[in-house]
């Protein structure tokens, strides 16, 4: 049974950083495109990162949005995708999901029809 489980929200200041994990268990994570994704209250989800391996290549996108402040990352033997936030706003707040769909599929995208597979998120808020 293939779950993606986030861990690592919390409530933090403006500028502060957070590292959110995203960990896959029932699959092979190696051969699978991850991505975050975001939701704010009543707004629709929002692409933020991916990463995949695709053709024998590492691929990375980040939205423009977050590009310089947001880094994502993945430990395969781990079975775990990181998206390290940094210097924060309070408009970064919001449910963090991340989800994933295998790399034979193309390249990762920052698009939610693209993924297969979806964790319960995590809460980041960013407040003073």
């Known amino acids: 049974q293939v779950q993606l489980v986030e861990s690592g929200g919390d409530s933090v200041q403006p500028g502060e950083s957070l590292r959110l994990s995203c960990t896959g268990s029932g699959f092979g994570l190696a051969n699978y495109n991850v991505g975050w994704f975001r939701q704010a209250p009543g707004t629709g989800r929002e692409g933020v990162s991916c990463?995949?391996?695709?053709?024998?290549?590492?691929?990375?996108d980040v939205a423009d949005s977050v590009k310089g402040r947001f880094t994502i990352s993945r430990d395969n033997a781990k079975k775990t995708v990181y998206l390290q936030m940094d210097s924060l706003q309070p408009e970064d707040s919001g449910i963090y999901f991340c989800a994933a769909v295998r790399s034979d599929s193309g390249w990762c995208r920052l698009s939610e029809s693209k993924y297969t597979y979806w964790g319960r998120g995590t809460q980041v808020t960013v407040s003073s």
């Open positions: 990463v995949g391996n695709t053709f024998g290549l590492l691929r990375t």
